[in-house]
């Protein structure tokens, strides 16, 4: 003879949040995730800022000395390249704050128009 089945943990929990999402207010729930509308968090945008600058020096300088041991220029152009790095960084951190401005000015834009006169 078969056992009869248990019901799973997991179901019983897929239940209970299923509740608990049905109970929360409309205005509190989320679509489609945490970056509704161009809506970012704070650590969310240092996060990304602080990886473009990492992203944008570890280049240049990994550029720089990959054509310093080509080349034999050794440290030119490491340095020449880590100062082209810098500068790629601060224009991402410049078009990531004109970006977020922007959206904040929609948002704003938008909250307006739908309150009406």
Known sequence: MSKPEEPSPFKALDAKLKAARSR????????GGDNEGGVHSGIGIG???ATEIVAAVGVGVG?????DAWLG???WLMILFLILG???ALLNV???GKEM??????????A????GP
């Open 24 to 31: 929360r207010p409309r205005s509190r729930r989320r679509a």
């Open 112 to 115: 307006r128009h739908d309150a």
């Open 47 to 49: 996060m990304r800022m």
């Open 101 to 110: 401005d922007r959206q904040a000015k929609e948002r704003k834009e938008k």
């Open 63 to 67: 550029a720089g000395l990959v054509l």
């Open 73 to 75: 220029t050794k440290p």
């Open 94 to 96: 410049v078009r990531t």
């Open 86 to 88: 810098c500068a790629a």
